[in-house]
């Protein structure tokens, strides 16, 4: 009986190793599969590196952002389902009222640039920055 214990005890060490052996090799696959490579790029695709997009980093620096305002939609004070409908509403009444000013800044531009086109532009432009800013709510709204 000693014998069959020492044999198997023997085996499982084997399978042991061999598990951590490959183990140490896929994670060594893993990171070299996310380190850059610069050595065999081009000219050009060393001049983008700067600009490239790797949607798990971006997933890593956002996460926690997501999810904290994930929870912060659920507290009681954020409103029900009425207050979280006229939210949606309201963003899109915004880009319909952008919709009309550029159509009457297009109808105007034939002609100079007058102190009303300039308000209108500006009035634009305010319309734009209050429904960029509510965007995101919007989208998370929608899921």
Known sequence: MSQY?????SLVK????ILIRVSVIM????????VDD?????IAAQMSQAYRYSLPEWESRN???KWFFKLGLLAPWNGDKADKKRMISYYFSLAEQEEALVGKI???FESQLSGENLAM??????LS???LSKRDLVEELLE
């Open 106 to 108: 297009a109808k105007n």
């Open 14 to 17: 084997y399978i042991g190793t």
């Open 27 to 34: 994670i060594a696959s893993g990171v070299l599969i996310f």
């Open 5 to 9: 214990i020492q044999q198997n005890a």
């Open 38 to 42: 610069t050595r065999n790029m081009s």
């Open 121 to 126: 532009v500006e009035e634009k432009a305010k």
């Open 129 to 131: 920055e209050k429904r």
């Open 63 to 65: 996460i926690g952002a």
